[in-house]
């Protein structure tokens, strides 16, 4: 079965709204998301002011909760 040209054109534009949600989506995972993923992961490592500037964290898992 040969689709139209008109139903082509019209599944495209039905699609292209994607492409205008799609800066929104990149800016939430990139501020948003990742800040929240790494204050996760920081949550199971002993972290000091020293430690956060040299990047040599120790694992201590849940002793800080």
Do not use: H, W
Request: glycine share 8%.
């Amino acid at each position: 079965m040969k689709k139209s040209k008109s139903n082509l054109r019209s599944q495209a534009y039905e699609n292209i709204g994607y492409l205008f949600i799609l800066p929104a989506v990149v800016f939430m995972i990139a501020f948003v998301g990742y800040p929240i993923l790494y204050n996760i992961i920081l949550s199971f490592q002993k972290v000091d002011l020293l430690a956060l500037g040299s990047g040599i964290r120790e694992f201590v898992g849940f002793n800080n909760y």
